[in-house]
Nanobody, 121 residues
Framework: QVQLVESGGGLVQAGGSLRLSCAASGRTFSSYVMGWFRQAPGKEREFVAA????????YYSDSVKGRFTVSRDNAKNTVYLQMNSLKPEDTAVYYC??????????????WGQGTQVTVSS
């Protein structure tokens, strides 16, 4: 069982930056692939980024590639999402998720409660 708690969301102007954190419980954090997803109002949840076990590899959606960076600190049981050059269309609730299988499974096993990111124009 893994519990995930996101933090770091907020309101930022377009072009600004935010760093999201996701703290995980449990002693086997390094065994999990960690993903970030987002859901904007009226839209389906979409994949943002994922990082494999250990130090990577990392995966990004085309919409955030070059602007967002996913990283993890296995000693702190934490995964991060550094978001730069934010755009109004990045506005969404951001969720972190964990799964033992791989980054592109249909549904990750564990999810956080989400953190709101709002980008003003």
């Amino acid at each position: 069982q893994v519990q995930l708690v996101e933090s770091g969301g907020g309101l930022v102007q377009a072009g600004g930056s935010l760093r999201l954190s996701c703290a995980a419980s449990g002693r086997t954090f390094s065994s999990y692939v960690m993903g970030w997803f987002r859901q904007a109002p009226g839209k389906e949840r979409e994949f943002v980024a994922a990082i494999n076990r250990g130090a990577g590899p990392r995966y990004y959606s085309d919409s955030v590639k070059g602007r967002f960076t996913v990283s993890r600190d296995n000693a702190k049981n934490t995964v991060y999402l550094q978001m730069n050059s934010l755009k109004p269309e990045d506005t969404a609730v951001y969720y972190c998720a964990a799964d033992l299988r791989g980054p592109f499974v249909d549904e990750y096993d564990y999810w956080g409660q989400g953190t709101q990111v709002t980008v003003s124009s």
